[in-house]
């Protein structure tokens, strides 16, 4: 959630005491997977209790976390979190949530540059198809690792992998080619 969202743009979610979770956006019941969702496409809401519409916000998000973590998809490693928690109380408690919150934004501004990079340095020359089959690969790999979602088409491996790792060879043998060439 890097851009900073004014109210208006801003969801209120309403929890229940059963639990539920109410959009009053859509006017629908939502889970906590919707909210995971909403997180990762950049939405900025806000969950209310229902009944003393105290702000919760935090509490959910900690919940999907913990969700999150309990299915397997571990992001944070057990060393970051007995350090974390050594921190409660600690004096230096008030400083942690803004420095993890610059570490994560300089975080994301890196693998933007890092992707940007990438897409530029081989966008000319002998390299640039080459790299955009790497890159394909590479982002199909990744997505390997990321949890499916209801009708997410990118999961399914791409056709004619084994044609695309052949051509690929053939390049790669023409390149090595060539430079031994030019090295002789």
Do not use: C, W
Request: charged share 25%; no cysteine.
């Amino acid at each position: 959630m890097a851009r900073s969202a004014s109210t208006s743009d801003t969801v209120i979610i309403k929890k229940y005491a059963n639990r539920r979770l109410y959009n009053t956006e859509t006017s629908s019941y939502i889970t906590l997977e919707h909210l995971a969702a909403m997180t990762r496409d950049g939405r900025d809401f806000k969950v209310l209790d229902a009944r003393t519409d105290e702000d919760i916000t935090h509490a959910v998000l900690t919940q999907i976390i913990m969700d999150e973590e309990t299915r397997g998809q571990t992001l944070l490693p057990v060393s970051f979190l007995r350090q974390l928690i050594a921190l409660y109380g600690d004096s230096m408690q008030s400083m942690v949530p803004q420095y993890l919150e610059a570490s994560m934004e300089a975080f994301r501004r890196n693998q933007a540059q890092f992707r940007t990079a990438m897409e530029g340095a081989f966008s000319g020359g002998p390299f640039a198809e080459i790299t955009k089959r790497n890159m394909a690969m590479f982002e199909a790999a990744a997505g390997a690792f990321k949890p499916e979602t209801a009708g997410d088409k990118s999961a399914a491996p791409p056709a004619g992998g084994a044609e695309d790792i052949a051509a690929l060879k053939a390049q790669l043998a023409a390149l090595q080619n060539k430079i031994d060439k030019m090295g002789s």
